[in-house]
Each structure stands twice: as C-alpha cells, then as structure tokens.
C-alpha cells in the first residue's frame, strides 16, 4: 500500500479537528420564546391562558452537555413573567436562573430578556417553567440535555425517546385561584384534572379524545423522560403489565433498577426504561399517574390521569390506525394515595452510579451543619377580615418559622450592586430559634414569623443540611428544589432526626444525586453540597400552595478568591423593577 493512501485526507482531518472542537467546547443553540395569550379546551371548557409560543407544554429545549444556550424570551401578555431553568447549575450565571425577585425583576409586558447559559458537566432530563406566582401551571416544558458527540449512555441505548411530561389543568384561571386563596387566608381550589404532555385523558369527562397515546414496536425498548410538572401533587406512576428500569434521575445517572410503580415529586424529573413485549399483545395498557398525599382531603386532587400504550400490529398496513378500540384495555394498580411506606422503598433504592467515569463526588468532610425545620403554620387574620386557615387564622409555610417575604427589588441585584439594606436581612436562622416535638403534639402557638433572610456561605463552604417536617398542622411530605446545585441524599428517617445516633447511619459511599427531594412526611432528610457557584439561590418547597404560603428561603454564596470563582456581571438587558 502506497504510504499516502494510508494517511488520512487534508479534508478528513480538518472534519475531524472540527469534530474535537465542538465536542470539547459544544455549540450554540438559539430559541426564541413567545409568551402569548392562547385558547385552549379541555373538559368542555375553553378558556385564555398564558402560553410559550402558543403551546401548552411549550416548546421542548436540547443541548448537549458543554452546548451554550441562548433563549430570548419575549413578554406579550399582561403578567409579568420571569422563566427557571429547572436544575441547570447556572454556574456564575445566576443572572439567567430565572426565579422572579430572587436572581431577577420579572420581564414587563412588551418587554424582552435573553437567557444565556451553559450546560457544564450535566447530561439528562430537565424542564423550564415559569418562575413568578402560579403562571407556571401553563407555561412549562422539556429540557434535554444529550451527552456529548460520541459519548454513549451508560445503558443500552434505547430506540426511541419520549418526553412524558405531567401536568395540572384548572378551568378556572390560575391566577385568580391563587390570589382568591391569598385574600381568603385559606387553601387554594384544587385542580379540576392531572395531564400528561397537556392532555387529560380518557378517565375524565370529555376528555377521551384528549389523550396521550405512545405508539411502540413489539420488542424494542423506550426511554420515557418523565417530567412531574404538576403544582401541587406527588404522583403514582406505572404501566400496566409493564416494568419501568429507573436509569437517572435529576439529569443524573443511577444504578438501575427496575419497579412496577414509581413516585416522582413536582420538580423531579425520572428517566426509566420500557421494553415492549417481544409479540404483539392483541391489547392496550393504560399508563397511569395518581397523587400521594398525606396531607387532610379537600386539599389536593384525588383523580387519575391516563395514556394508553398501544402496540403496532405487524400483521396491519403501517399506514393502517394502530388503536384498536375493540381489544381488552388493561389498567395498572397505583398505590394508595397515603402510601408512605412505598414511597420510602423506592427513595431508597435509588443510588449513584459511583464510578470513575460518574463519580459520586460526596463531600467527605463538613464545613457548616444546618438544621432546618420546614412544614406549615398560620399567621393572625388580619383586623376586620375573615380567614379560612384554623381557628379564623391565615395559612402560612415557613423553614425555621420564618415565612420568607419575596422582596420589592431583586436579591441577586441588591447583593452585586451593594444596595442591600432594606431589601434583605443576612440572618437566616441555623436552626429553630425554639426547639420543640416537631412530630409530636403540635404547640399551642401555631403562628410564624414574615421576613426576608439570606443565609450567607463563603465560597468553597462545604454543607450539610437536615431538613426535618413538622406536625404542627399534620405531617406533610414536603419536595424541596434548590437552585443552582446538586446536592446527595446521605440520609432520611421518621420521627425526631437524632443527631447523635442518626448521622452512623449516612451513605457517604454512593448516595444519589438530586436537585429536588422530598421531606418524608413525619421525618427528616440529610443532603451534603458544596457551595462552588457564586450567587444568590433560592430554596423552597415545589408544592406551589406552599411556596405561595413563604416556605422558602435563599443562600447567598459569595465570591471566590481566583477570577474564575466570582460572578459574572449582570447582562445589559437584565430586567428591571
């Protein structure tokens, strides 16, 4: 063979230097979001909501890992808006995090702002959503992060990927149920139907051609990119006469293991894997998504959402309707809607993949310990007014009985720019300034108290925080989202957390990874991060009724030492108040 045949081409080498490039250093993607008005029906009701590009779930967003994205958001309706990108870590980015008057003045009507960030050293499902009062019950989406060019997953990859996304529909307008239960003092009306990719389904009333079917080949396997959207509901979720293997969780990779049923909380996202049956069935199976819920009936929604698995029939004409509606349709057996117990068994299954090409990176050692109580209370009815929280008394949610007042200007701006003083106080409490039972008899004051607090970190500081629910209007399973980090699930338990006894018991080997996790109901939960993003970031409970309520808080992280460690300045056109 000649010597130069055996070289590859000028040509190929430029291809595939450029290939390097692009995997090394990603691309940019640009979206273009539209927030308008758009009708839409179900139940037999029409009515005007707030939409992406008129959709509803909007537009779905992918990147790969190391991809800069690029989203110029544009305000056409009469709300202020502001967009989160939901467990993107946003590192010195915290100006396109999103959440309204945390990292950002929402965008006024007429108004436009561009998102702009990079997704470093994270491959998965995500989502985006509105981050301002309840305008997130219509304006939210997929966000799928692939992995780099080349880089395989670490299961067999599947042959076919489906976002599977759920959601809430009310009839009335969001906005006025939130703010009829803000005036009122009480609970918000629940939702009138769960939906799945927008869709409620055959199980309620005018609905049955409003359904989401997933069309599959006998044999071949799926990857469903499950989204719980939902406001204020922890869902049940399983295919009937099917199994689902978990494969990441929180755009993380997990050991996988494979369950009839699984609970996904508001805020979480779950990648599983369904093997179709290697023959055609001659039948369709419902895919299924009902609440868990400890808290008292008449404050969450207790219905079924369902789409229907549908197999291909080899022996029809692929142009040919594959959904049969003559053949037996089976329905899979969700849990019942307080099952605490299998929710634990699941929790605990879930673990790190722990490997040197994923590591679990657990902070071994602890720079600050923090311990949290979060769970519900009340606040006084106002003079001359009547409230329909207890005993004539105001709702309210709080995490170290501080019930946190969103501010009148931007926190991220006021710490930059050095203007904080009236805007927040640097004193968030460590931990309950009164201790008490928190499972047991519930005080006789149930009242907390309003503020605006940040609890300040130095960079580099490595965290571990206990989260521990309370009784004190009934014990409540509580997900909580922090912004701009993932954190490790090293414990959870019931009762009292014993910080004697209860620490022996950590994992600190192969502990998953999570941008959300839920507060078990009556018990606490342990997570561990370290606090390498510059920033301001909020923390607060993913049930909407219970952020609106004040449980949430923010972290200010500051500044590093090296250039590299410090917050990038804010872009010209961040909005303002």
């Given amino acids: 063979m000649a010597l130069s045949s055996a070289l590859p081409s000028p040509l190929l080498l430029a291809a595939s230097l450029l290939l390097l490039i692009v995997q090394a250093q990603g691309i940019t993607r640009h979206y273009e979001f539209n927030v308008q008005m758009a009708n839409a029906t179900r139940l037999c009701n029409t009515k005007s909501m707030v939409t992406v590009n008129g959709q509803c779930p909007g537009p779905e967003l992918v990147a790969r890992e190391g991809d800069r994205v690029v989203i110029r958001v544009t305000n056409n309706v009469a709300h202020n808006i502001s967009l989160h990108w939901h467990g993107v870590r946003q590192v010195r980015t915290g100006w396109a995090d999103g959440p309204a008057y945390i990292t950002q003045c929402p965008i006024q009507t007429g108004q436009s702002y561009v998102y702009n960030f990079t997704v470093a050293g994270q491959r998965g499902t995500l989502w985006w959503h509105a981050h301002i009062s309840w305008l997130r019950a219509t304006v939210y989406g997929a966000l799928v992060i692939l992995p780099k060019l080349g880089v395989p997953y670490p299961f067999p990859a599947p042959h076919k990927e489906v976002p599977v996304i759920f959601g809430e529909w009310w009839n009335a307008d969001t906005e006025e149920v939130v703010n009829q239960a803000v005036q009122t003092g009480g609970g918000p009306n629940v939702s009138d139907a769960f939906t799945i990719n927008g869709l ?9 051609q409003d359904t989401f079917k997933l069309k599959v080949k006998p044999g071949k396997t799926y990857m469903l990119r499950l989204i719980n959207a939902a406001l204020n509901e922890e869902l049940f979720f399983a295919v009937a006469n099917h199994t689902l293997t978990v494969v990441e969780v929180d755009a993380v990779y997990v050991k996988p293991f494979t369950v009839d049923t699984l609970v996904i909380s508001p805020g979480q996202t779950t990648n599983v894997l369904l093997t179709a049956k290697p023959y055609y069935p001659g039948a369709n199976f419902y895919m299924s998504a009902a609440p868990y819920s400890t808290a008292r009936p008449g404050t969450f929604g207790n219905t079924t959402v369902a789409g229907i698995l549908e197999y291909e029939n080899p022996a029809m004409s692929p142009s040919a309707a594959s959904f049969v509606k003559g053949l037996p349709l089976f329905k899979p057996t969700l849990p019942q809607l307080n099952d605490t117990d299998f929710v634990t068994n699941f929790t605990d299954k879930l673990r790190s993949l722990a490997t040197p090409e994923y590591p679990a990176a657990v902070p071994q050692s602890v720079d600050k310990r923090f311990f949290f109580t979060v769970g519900l209370g009340t606040l006084p009815c106002p003079a001359n007014m009547t409230c329909q929280g207890p005993n004539n008394t105001q709702m309210a949610a709080s995490m170290n009985n501080v019930s946190f007042v969103l501010p009148a200007r931007a926190l991220l701006q ?18 309950p300034l009164s201790p008490f039972n928190y499972t047991g008899t519930p005080p006789n004051n149930t009242n907390v108290k309003t503020g605006t607090k940040l609890l300040v970190l130095r960079y580099n500081t490595s965290v571990e925080l206990v989260m521990q629910d309370t009784s004190i209007l009934g014990i409540e399973s509580h997900p909580l989202h922090l912004h701009g980090f993932n954190f490790f699930v090293i414990g959870q338990g019931f009762g009292n957390y014993d910080a004697v006894n209860d620490p022996a018991k950590f994992n600190l080997v192969d502990p998953v990874e999570r941008n959300t996790v839920g507060v078990p109901a009556g018990g606490w939960v342990a997570i561990r991060f370290l606090a390498d993003n510059p920033g301001v970031w909020f923390m607060h409970c993913h049930l909407e009724a219970h952020t609106t309520w004040g449980l949430r808080m923010a972290w200010l992280v500051l500044d590093g030492s090296h250039p590299n460690q410090k917050l990038l300045p804010p872009p010209s056109d961040l909005p303002k108040c």
């Fill in 200 to 208: 409620p389904g055959p199980l309620y009333n005018c609905s049955a």
């Fill in 414 to 431: 006021s710490h930059f720019t050095g203007l904080s003083s009236g805007v927040y106080a640097p004193d968030f409490p460590v931990a």
